[in-house]
């Protein structure tokens, strides 16, 4: 049914080893009619005995990549950009902007007194804080300070937004989302808060 290459392990009891006949052919056709088909038909195939990875080995050095992340400053503003942010894009992966698998990541930089509008999204996200201080996020009314060396998350389906104070230094952060993978389930939505930027509501690095 498939054009991969055996694996004598598939012959064995506990996986797919039925023959093809006239009658089940026959039978294909009419599951197929109905939208649907037998797993024993494709198991072999998507449930390979090791991982098999599409993503490509790569490695992003911070020597390379921290120029460049710095001279988007120059170059867009959080307004225009929403999230200013330079992703990790893996040469395999480019079609679902992942650094690898199904996952996303980048590298998020703001100046002092800057801040991005508050917005929502249904994909998961933590921030590695790798330079500056005075940065900040609002995670639904909850803002949280963080400098070099801090980890933040922000739970799917939460309103945040994030900044850095006046008094601050440019910060630079990395960012990790499941994004491609709530792409690939079909789940993932994008909303801008109807205020465009949060008041936080409770006190300042509060533990929810």
Not at 23 to 33: K, N, P
Not at 72 to 90: C, F, I
Not at 172 to 179: A, E, F, R, T, V
Request: with cysteine.
């Amino acid at each position: 049914m498939t054009d991969t290459l055996p694996d004598e392990r598939d012959s064995q009891v506990g996986r797919a080893i039925v023959e093809d006949d006239a009658e089940l052919e026959s039978y294909y056709g009419d599951l197929a009619a109905l939208d649907t088909a037998a797993l024993w038909t494709v198991a072999n195939d998507i449930e390979p005995w090791e991982p098999t990875p599409s993503s490509a080995p790569t490695i992003w050095r911070n020597k390379d990549l921290r120029p460049q992340v710095m001279r988007s400053l120059d170059l867009v503003s959080p307004e225009k950009a929403g999230r200013r942010v330079v992703y990790l894009r893996n040469p395999k992966r480019k079609d679902v902007s992942a650094c690898c698998g199904w996952l996303f990541s980048g590298i998020q930089v703001m100046r002092p007194g800057e801040k991005t509008s508050a917005h929502k999204h249904a994909a998961s996200a933590l921030r590695f804080i790798m330079e500056g201080s005075g940065g900040y996020t609002v995670v639904d009314g909850h803002k949280i300070t963080f400098g070099a060396r801090d980890f933040v998350i922000t739970p799917n389906g939460t309103w945040h937004d994030h900044g850095v104070l006046e008094d601050g230094e440019i910060s630079m952060w990395q960012d990790g989302l499941d994004i491609p993978l709530t792409n690939a389930l079909e789940a993932n939505f994008y909303a801008v808060h109807p205020d465009l930027y949060q008041k936080p509501n409770y006190p300042e690095n509060d533990s929810p």
